[in-house]
């Protein structure tokens, strides 16, 4: 089991910041800062995607202010979402066409979900998206990562 040091508390006024360690240097580095949690998360959630995608594990710490100083706060559990494949098209409808409406569909979730703060899902959230996604219409799809959003601006 490899040890690592714990996250520095960034420089600076307080602001939201991720920062992702580094196995191979052995350090802490800021990926994402903004004086609002939405972008960092957002960004926290593409990157730790990206990482994973390469196969590579992902340590992250996400910093932020509380009453005026630095605050670590805790980020989820880190579990490895399973890709699943995109249903078959309906009779008569284009194969590329489905295949796009589905992808869109999944990225209006994903978003939705990351705005909300849940950027790193577990098989069982993976599932659950894929299962909204297969039944849902683009704009019942779009309602739903709306109230995601909004939930997640109220924090």
């Given at each position: 089991?490899?040890?690592r040091p714990e996250s520095p508390q960034p420089q600076g006024a307080p602001r939201w910041v991720?920062?992702?360690y580094r196995p191979a240097a052995g350090s802490w580095r800021t990926a994402a800062q903004s004086?609002?949690?939405?972008?960092?998360?957002?960004?926290?959630?593409?990157?730790?995607r990206a990482v994973r995608a390469r196969g590579?594990?992902?340590t992250v710490v996400l910093w932020g202010p509380k009453d005026g100083a630095?605050?670590?706060?805790?980020a989820p559990p880190q579990q490895t979402a399973v890709?699943?494949?995109d249903p078959e098209p309906s009779p008569g409808e284009p194969a590329t066409l489905a295949e796009r409406m589905t992808g869109r569909r999944h990225q209006?979730?994903?978003?939705g979900l990351t705005n909300a703060g849940l950027?790193?899902?577990?098989?069982?959230?993976?599932?659950?998206?894929?299962?909204l996604v297969e039944r849902l219409d683009e704009a019942a799809v779009r309602r739903v990562a709306h109230w995601l959003t909004t939930a997640g601006g109220t924090r």
């Amino acid at each position: 089991m490899e040890s690592r040091p714990e996250s520095p508390q960034p420089q600076g006024a307080p602001r939201w910041v991720a920062m992702f360690y580094r196995p191979a240097a052995g350090s802490w580095r800021t990926a994402a800062q903004s004086p609002h949690r939405s972008p960092v998360l957002y960004a926290l959630g593409e990157m730790t995607r990206a990482v994973r995608a390469r196969g590579d594990e992902v340590t992250v710490v996400l910093w932020g202010p509380k009453d005026g100083a630095w605050h670590r706060y805790d980020a989820p559990p880190q579990q490895t979402a399973v890709h699943r494949p995109d249903p078959e098209p309906s009779p008569g409808e284009p194969a590329t066409l489905a295949e796009r409406m589905t992808g869109r569909r999944h990225q209006v979730l994903m978003a939705g979900l990351t705005n909300a703060g849940l950027y790193d899902l577990s098989p069982e959230d993976d599932t659950t998206v894929q299962a909204l996604v297969e039944r849902l219409d683009e704009a019942a799809v779009r309602r739903v990562a709306h109230w995601l959003t909004t939930a997640g601006g109220t924090r």
